[in-house]
C-alpha cells in the first residue's frame, strides 16, 4: 500500500521557522513532481509549492514565495518544506502529494496520492 507520511508540523511563533518532511513508503516517488498544499479551517484546500522529479524546477504560490523553499533528496526518497518567517494566516494542515508527471504543478487534479497532514499553528 502506498502511503506519504509528513511531519515536522507543530506550533510556532510569527516570525518563526518550521521544517516539514514528507516520506512515501509503498514505493519510491523519484521520477514524478511532489508537492505541498495546505487546508486552513473553513478554506478550500490551496496549493503551496512543487518541484520536479529532478529537483532543478520549482514553482510556489504567490503566498510563500521568498520564505518557503521545497526540496527533495531522491537517495532517501524525501521531499522538504522549510518554512521561514511564519504568518499566522500559514496555519493550516500540509499535505504532501506525488504527481502523475514529473513537472512541477500547482493543479491538485494532477497529483494522483495525499498524505494525512500535518498541523502547522502559527501563534501571533
Known amino acids: 500500500q502506498v502511503q506519504l507520511v509528513e511531519s515536522g508540523g507543530g506550533l510556532v511563533q510569527a516570525g518563526g521557522s518550521l521544517r516539514l518532511s514528507c516520506a512515501p513508503s509503498?514505493?519510491?516517488?523519484?521520477?514524478?513532481?511532489m508537492g505541498w498544499f495546505r487546508q486552513a479551517p473553513g478554506k478550500e484546500r490551496e496549493f503551496v509549492a512543487a518541484?520536479?522529479?529532478?529537483?532543478?524546477?520549482?514553482y510556489y504560490a504567490d503566498s510563500v514565495k521568498g520564505r518557503f523553499t521545497i526540496s527533495r533528496d531522491n537517495a532517501k526518497n524525501t521531499v522538504y518544506l522549510q518554512m521561514n518567517s511564519l504568518k499566522p494566516e500559514d496555519t493550516a494542515v500540509y499535505y504532501c502529494?506525488?504527481?502523475?508527471?514529473?513537472?512541477?504543478?500547482?493543479?491538485?487534479?494532477?497529483?494522483?496520492?495525499w498524505g494525512q497532514g500535518t498541523q502547522v499553528t502559527v501563534s501571533s
Open positions: 502529494a506525488a504527481a502523475r508527471g514529473s513537472w512541477p504543478t500547482g493543479t491538485h487534479s494532477e497529483y494522483d496520492y
Open positions: 509503498g514505493r519510491t516517488f523519484s521520477n514524478v513532481a
Open positions: 518541484i520536479s522529479w529532478s529537483g532543478w524546477n520549482t
